[in-house]
């Protein structure tokens, strides 16, 4: 069973090690969503689902408040939510790529190293549930395309 105590020792033993804390979190969270609403490819799925930033951003910083140092603060399902959005690979690249990007920005090595790793674990999860969604089962190696109006989309082998 886990405890309060046993949560906050682990907590702290991650801080120690990444440089990690909540505000930095924060500070990564906002200054990534920032560029996110900037960004050609990404803006207009977050603008047609988001109209009012600041909720999004507080259950944001919770989320990888819990991701990153096991604070649990973040309940919900974020498979359910990302399932209907219209994304596929080039979004989880542009999304990975922003997210580093903020992250080698905000945090230490160490901490950057630390949340980048798990926002590939996270993108490749989400990428393989949204398939799933549209009945598209990726084997190792493949990728989520979204189809294309010609009869194309599904899986492809990533290059």
Request: proline share 6%.
């Amino acid at each position: 069973m886990e405890t309060p105590e046993r949560r906050a020792r682990i907590t702290a033993d991650i801080v120690a090690r990444t440089g990690l804390d909540e505000p930095t979190i924060e500070t990564l969270v906002r200054s990534f969503y920032a560029k996110v609403m900037q960004d050609p490819l990404l803006a207009p799925v977050f603008d047609a689902h988001i109209t009012d930033w600041e909720p999004h951003l507080e259950r944001m910083c919770a989320f990888w408040s819990s991701v990153a140092l096991l604070t649990g603060r973040y309940s919900g399902q974020p498979m359910a939510k990302h399932q209907p959005l219209p994304v596929d690979a080039a979004h989880f690249d542009r999304w990975l790529a922003l997210f580093e990007r903020t992250a080698r920005e905000i945090c230490t090595p160490a901490g950057a190293d630390h949340v980048v790793e798990r926002a590939r674990m996270i993108a490749q999860s989400l990428e393989m549930g949204i398939a799933g969604h549209h009945g598209v089962l990726l084997m190792k190696g493949e990728r989520y395309r979204l189809p294309t109006g010609d009869g194309g989309g599904g899986a492809e082998a990533a290059a």
